[in-house]
């Protein structure tokens, strides 16, 4: 058994935290070796493993010669939190430090620790993440509904809106004293609210509190660390999420309104010129029938032809179904999007061609 070497944690090193319970321990080595082989020279890094004395009743002596053999400090806790532990011990611990939470089920690619130290020092002020896996948005019927798409963030850098950090999966960083409302510490709360799932906590104290959330700047998806499946959160939390969104958003309405406010509202834009007009009644009323329906929708039209229009598009328009946005230049497709979201830049913008029916699920 190796000799635990004392090491001084500065304001401003670099945490690496992770928990783990007894169906997981014996994956801990390798997804924490794949962080310490990163380690390069004038790197101050740390890395933290949280444990809970509940499932570990001997704290060191239940485990494997492998964890304890780690340059990891291990850090107890008495309350089992669940995937909680795998940053709120730690963030208590040490809130000068910024810290990046990592799961025990994957093992970070190359690159991976340098790409975040560097971009921490970009922006030292905002949460930056791996990797995400949902899209959470205010459905039409008013709930908050998250909706698992299975992909990374694909535009590395950008903000994000909508898009929840996968919390562990490729690693999120949290700048130090990110979080300073009091609730976000209540373990009682938390577990009331968000029993079994950490990221979206964090997630909604990030958008209460006015964060910025962005895509590390560049792709450093992890590698599967190959361990018990079975005992995933992720298979309860497929079913319970959007009732734990509600939760949360029940228990703090700023929730829900600073969520509708990032994701603003859909906007359906086309673009439709000469005789054309005369038959695009048709496609708006396919748009006005959707399940979803747009928030606005916009047809961008070549100045001097509203006369085109069919007596139908008319009524549409004067009824305040529809907008009509004459343009000065005839960028002909361009139209679609180009002038619509000029209009609306804070909007989401979803493109129809001007002779189709859509069907009532399109945009859903």
């Given at each position: 058994?190796g000799?635990k070497r004392e090491?001084e ?12 319970w007894?169906?997981?321990?014996n994956a801990v ?7 310490l082989?990163q380690?390069e020279?004038g790197?101050?890094?740390h890395?933290?493993l949280c444990?809970?004395?509940q499932?570990f009743?001997n ?5 494997p010669?492998?964890?304890?053999d ?6 107890w806790?008495?309350r089992?939190?669940r995937?909680?532990?795998k940053?709120m011990?730690?963030m208590k611990?040490?809130?000068d430090n910024?810290?990046?939470v990592i799961d025990?089920d994957?093992?970070?690619t190359e690159g991976?620790?340098?790409t975040?130290?560097?971009?921490h020092?970009?922006y030292?002020?905002?949460i ?6 949902s899209v ?7 709930t908050?509904?998250e909706?698992?798409?299975g992909?990374?963030?694909?535009i590395?850098g950008?903000v994000?809106?909508?898009q929840k950090?996968a ?5 999120t960083l949290?700048?130090p004293h990110?979080f ?5 510490y ?6 009331e609210?968000s029993?079994?799932c950490d ?9 209460m509190e006015?964060r910025?959330?962005?895509a590390?700047s560049?792709?450093?998806l992890?590698m ?6 079975e ?5 309860t ?5 959007n ?5 949360i ?5 700023e929730y829900?309104a600073e969520?509708?406010?990032?994701q603003?509202?859909l ?5 439709s010129?000469?005789?054309r007009?005369?038959?695009v009644h048709k496609?708006?009323?396919s ?9 606005r929708i ?5 100045k001097g ?7 139908e598009?008319?009524q549409m ?6 907008e009509?946005n004459e343009v000065?230049v005839?960028?002909?497709?361009h139209?679609k999007?180009?002038?619509?979201m000029?209009?609306y830049?804070?909007s989401?913008?979803l493109?129809f061609?001007d ?8 945009i859903s």
């Amino acid at each position: 058994m190796g000799e635990k070497r004392e090491i001084e944690v500065k304001e401003g090193t670099m945490i690496v935290s992770m928990t783990s319970w007894p169906p997981r321990i014996n994956a801990v080595p390798n997804a924490f070796n794949a962080v310490l082989g990163q380690i390069e020279e004038g790197m101050d890094v740390h890395c933290v493993l949280c444990l809970c004395e509940q499932e570990f009743p001997n704290k060191e002596q239940d485990l494997p010669k492998e964890v304890l053999d780690l340059d990891v400090e291990i850090l107890w806790t008495e309350r089992n939190t669940r995937s909680h532990k795998k940053l709120m011990p730690t963030m208590k611990k040490y809130p000068d430090n910024p810290i990046i939470v990592i799961d025990d089920d994957t093992c970070q690619t190359e690159g991976w620790l340098k790409t975040f130290i560097e971009d921490h020092k970009r922006y030292p002020n905002d949460i930056i993440f791996g990797q995400s896996t949902s899209v959470v948005h205010v459905s039409i019927d008013d709930t908050i509904c998250e909706v698992r798409n299975g992909k990374c963030y694909e535009i590395p850098g950008a903000v994000a809106y909508t898009q929840k950090p996968a919390s562990g999966a490729a690693g999120t960083l949290f700048p130090p004293h990110i979080f300073t409302r009091e609730e976000f510490y209540d373990e009682d709360l938390m577990m009331e609210l968000s029993p079994t799932c950490d990221e979206t906590w964090q997630w909604a104290f990030a958008l209460m509190e006015g964060r910025t959330i962005r895509a590390l700047s560049r792709c450093n998806l992890p590698m599967v660390n190959h361990c018990d499946q079975e005992c995933s959160l992720i298979h309860t939390n497929r079913i319970t999420i959007n009732k734990i969104h509600a939760a949360i958003a029940k228990r703090f309405p700023e929730y829900k309104a600073e969520l509708k406010r990032r994701q603003g509202f859909l906007v359906a834009g086309l673009y439709s010129h000469d005789v054309r007009l005369q038959y695009v009644h048709k496609t708006i009323e396919s748009l006005l029938n959707q399940s979803i329906r747009p928030a606005r929708i916009v047809l961008n039209i070549p100045k001097g032809q509203a006369s085109m229009l069919s007596e139908e598009a008319k009524q549409m328009v004067t009824q305040g179904f529809v907008e009509i946005n004459e343009v000065a230049v005839d960028f002909r497709q361009h139209n679609k999007y180009l002038y619509t979201m000029l209009k609306y830049p804070g909007s989401a913008t979803l493109l129809f061609a001007d002779n189709c029916i859509y069907p009532e699920d399109t945009i859903s």
